[in-house]
């Protein structure tokens, strides 16, 4: 975990939340019970750093999470989510 911490950025607490949440899927465990994190793990934390920083929730997030998993057919939902959060976020850089 302390690895992973320095690898993305992300609190011990926020990593261990988004683990115990689902949002890190498929993390394997080793004989001690301690996480193991691949590259593709990391990956996928950065990722969902990235859409914390665009103000997703973390419903938002695991539903963002399951269309991915569900492969390309996805893709143009995924998109459309982006592009609604991105509207949303240039409305927050008018008000300000």
């Given at each position: 975990?302390?690895?992973?911490?320095?690898?993305?950025?992300?609190?011990?607490?926020?990593?261990?939340?988004?683990?115990?949440?689902?949002?890190?899927?498929?993390?394997?465990?080793?004989?001690?019970?301690?996480?193991?994190?691949?590259?593709?793990?990391?990956?996928?934390?950065k990722?969902?750093?990235?859409?914390?920083?665009?103000?997703?929730?973390?419903?938002?997030?695991?539903?963002?999470?399951?269309?991915?998993?569900?492969?390309?057919?996805?893709?143009?939902?995924?998109?459309?989510i982006?592009?609604?959060?991105?509207?949303?976020?240039?409305?927050?850089?008018?008000?300000?």
């Open positions: 975990m302390k690895e992973a911490c320095q690898e993305t950025g992300l609190t011990y607490d926020t990593l261990k939340f988004y683990c115990n949440e689902g949002s890190v899927p498929f993390v394997q465990r080793n004989k001690n019970n301690q996480r193991i994190f691949f590259e593709h793990d990391l990956r996928c934390i990722s969902l750093d990235c859409l914390k920083k665009c103000k997703m929730s973390i419903a938002e997030m695991k539903e963002y999470l399951r269309l991915c998993l569900e492969g390309e057919s996805t893709i143009p939902e995924r998109k459309r982006l592009e609604l959060k991105q509207e949303g976020l240039k409305n927050d850089i008018k008000k300000l």
